[in-house]
């Protein structure tokens, strides 16, 4: 399943961010709202763990484990 990516800033604005290129990246728009405000480093160590777990928790039920 294809997906389009939406831009997200490394550090984002309200943390004092630019969007210059150097803090830009591609992610996927559901990472991206979860991010919100949250430096990448923080999203990464805090959040994102937990939306993997719930992907591969999502794909199990619906291979019927």
Request: net charge positive.
């Amino acid at each position: 399943e294809k997906k389009l990516l939406t831009i997200d800033h490394v550090v984002p604005l309200a943390q004092g961010g630019t969007s210059y290129i150097t803090n830009l990246v591609g992610a996927c728009s559901k990472c991206n709202s979860a991010k919100g405000q949250l430096s990448a480093e923080v999203f990464i160590r805090n959040v994102l763990p937990g939306l993997i777990l719930a992907r591969n928790e999502k794909a199990t039920r619906q291979r019927g484990g």
